[in-house]
């Protein structure tokens, strides 16, 4: 790596956010779904005037809004910084070339990693104060595909996305959200770790062509009360299995409420020698498909989680406002954030579960 970052004040804030982390909890922001949908957008809402006769239906394309209606992502982000989010991400989490496939606007996913950035950007930097910044994580989802699994029963082998395409399609979402201006890569909601390792791969492959790099986070979900990610792992095989990144953080976000996810989180921050994060739900879906966990309840799980010494960076997924995260601010405030454990050298294999050789 030789060349200089060509985007101004990305370095300094970096070395910002490395330091912050060091001595604080740093609050992330929540979701971008249940902050869209308070809107009850309709078919024209989504398509705005610029895709006014788009020959496919939109509605619930929620990253399409950076470029149809920015004012409502700009409005998003201002509220979760408002709230007290110091890292807010883009809204870009489905802004894959394969994601979008389904509207057919596979040809714009750049653009909207691109503005998605910008937006942010633009938003953090007039929220920030001068011994304060606010950051950008580039949000990259899963997609909708995925790499280990067969989409047919009957067909054990068959796949419906390989390697190559995925690592291409993360890799030029990556490129416009560090042109548009984010400070980290942060690829999330990981269900699947061939997808993630893709991911990983052309990240890495992109800070070599470009000849500098900016921090890259992980976060993986874990499905059920089983303990595993969707492709079968537990927590302390996905880090096994992705530690060689060399992540800023890593942990674990979406499917679970904060009663759920805590044991899983606590192996994770036992094992994962960089800084923790974790965004739970707002608890289980309801029979309406809402979420019941209010503000104040999950506010009380993240207190004892910090002060338990799980966490460096919180925040919120699904079903969380930016009340919640005024609340989660509010509870980790002038809590001593989680120790990065020293691990000693040794042999650590992962399958579906960890495996580390006795010296």
Not at 110 to 133: F, H, I, T
Not at 251 to 269: K, S
Request: proline share 6%; charged share 20%.
């Amino acid at each position: 790596m030789s060349a200089t970052d060509p985007f101004p004040g990305r370095p300094e804030r970096i070395s910002a956010l490395k330091a912050a982390l060091a001595e604080r909890i740093v609050t992330l922001d929540g979701a971008a779904g249940t902050f869209i949908q308070s809107y009850g957008l309709d078919e024209a809402g989504y398509r705005g005037s610029r895709f006014g006769d788009w020959p496919s239906d939109v509605k619930g394309n929620n990253d399409l809004l950076i470029l149809s209606r920015p004012e409502i992502v700009a409005e998003m982000h201002r509220a979760y910084l408002a709230a007290g989010a110091e890292i807010i991400e883009t809204n870009t989490f489905s802004s894959t070339t394969i994601a979008q496939a389904d509207y057919g606007m596979e040809a714009l996913a750049y653009e909207m990693n691109v503005e998605g950035a910008r937006l942010a950007r633009a938003e953090a930097d007039k929220a920030s104060e001068p011994n304060r910044p606010r950051w950008v994580a580039g949000a990259v989802g899963p997609t909708n595909r995925t790499a280990s699994i067969s989409p047919d029963v009957n067909d054990p082998a068959k796949r419906n996305v390989d390697f190559d395409a995925l690592v291409a399609a993360y890799g030029e979402a990556a490129r416009g959200l560090i042109e548009g201006g984010a400070d980290t890569i942060l690829i999330e909601t990981i269900f699947d770790t061939l997808n993630a390792k893709a991911a990983i791969y052309a990240v890495r492959a992109l800070f070599d062509e470009l000849g500098f790099e900016v921090p890259v986070m992980l976060s993986v979900t874990i499905t059920d009360q089983s303990g595993r990610t969707l492709s079968g792992q537990t927590a302390e095989a996905f880090w096994y299995s992705v530690r060689h990144a060399r992540p800023l953080s890593v942990g674990i976000n979406c499917a679970l409420g904060p009663d759920l996810m805590r044991p899983f989180v606590a192996d994770l921050a036992r094992v994962a020698d960089c800084y923790l994060s974790a965004y739970p739900n707002a608890g289980l879906p309801n029979a309406f498909g809402g979420y019941d966990e209010t503000p104040s309840t999950m506010a009380k799980h993240l207190d004892e989680w910090a002060r338990s010494g799980l966490l460096n960076i919180v925040g919120g997924c699904c079903g969380t406002t930016p009340d919640h995260i005024a609340a989660f601010a509010r509870a980790v405030k002038g809590v001593s954030p989680r120790s990065v454990p020293v691990t000693l050298p040794a042999l650590r294999l992962s399958g579906l579960e960890p495996f580390t050789l006795a010296r």
